[in-house]
């Protein structure tokens, strides 16, 4: 299966700037999909990092494009109701056509996240617990026959209408590189997207959820393994440096080092001249890139010829040459 590549809406970005209007962030979308992209994500927050909410600009943007998927990277499921969940993704699923990804994770143990889930009166102590029996529930829903739940949550003879649009429900991905995650990735997932630091040691990491998988009688081949990565291109190293730290302060609010240290990144000229050895073995399993990218960056990518310009449809070319990018990139991950 060749690589897709997905962009990741700047929704965060943009309620940091003070601009919260989802136009542009739809026009954001029919250009990725015109760019040759082949899927659009939105991440997902209450009140740490303010932004614009997942499930319900997903469904503004499937209405909009006709060939990308959708997905959230990542969507707090422990925050929600799984019924009112259940009942939001099918619903989403349908406007989408089957187009749609649902990426999960159970939220990093920090005080601003805390106190998110303070507010949503969620306990956060018990949040793994919440995400993986919410979503057997909401499985359970999806499958469009009634349903009695016995659990956190009381469903008695309880059925979902609609149905997801593809049969069972999306795919559910899963993040999260810690030991206990990659056991839940191979265990009860269709995908891992975790924020890893570099392709090496995803790769490392993704033959433990495949090694898991089999274990369990899974076939790992039917996991999608994908891999985030956030991307800053300047012809000067340096200022491309500086602007990714300031970003990564600003976005996360921690020092740029320690998020550098978790999760890749890249900054630098859009035609890198170092490349290290082993690249194939770093794509090894590798289906997604889900990339964060500036306009900034999309514009400099189509001047430099990575991108298409945007009257042309040759998606195979496109997206040929901008995993060429991305992998020389990832050749410097670890050396800028």
Known sequence: ???????????????????????????????????GFDSVWAGDSLLARPRHEPLTLLAAVASRVRRVDVGTAVLLPALRNPVLLAHQVATLDQVAEGRLILGVGIAADVR???????????????????LLEGLRLARSLWSGKPVDWDGRWKVEHGMLGPTPYRQGGPP?????????????????????LPIAPDADQWARLWNEVKEIARTTGRDPNALTGAMYVTVITDEDRSRANER???????????????????????AGPIEPKRMRRHR????????????????TEIDALIRNG???????????????????????ALGELGDA
């Open 1 to 35: 299966m060749s690589i897709r590549i997905g962009y990741l809406l700047p929704t965060r970005e943009r309620i940091m700037a003070g601009q919260p209007q989802a136009a542009p962030l739809l026009e954001l979308a029919e250009r990725a999909e015109r760019l």
């Open 112 to 130: 601003n996240i805390r106190q998110e889930f303070t507010a949503a009166g969620v306990p956060f102590e018990k949040r793994v617990g919440r």
């Open 172 to 192: 559910i991905w899963i993040g999260g590189s810690l030991p206990a995650s990659l056991d839940r990735a191979g265990r009860f997932f269709d995908g891992w």
């Open 244 to 266: 990714l730290n300031a970003y990564l302060e600003q976005y996360y609010g921690q020092p740029a080092a320690v998020m550098r240290s978790r999760q890749a990144c890249y």
């Open 280 to 295: 194939q073995r770093r794509r090894d399993g590798l289906r997604c890139f889900m990339i964060e990218l500036r306009e």
């Open 306 to 328: 990575l991108l298409a310009a945007e009257n042309r449809h040759d998606y195979d070319s496109v997206q040929s040459a901008l995993y060429a990018f991305l992998d020389r």
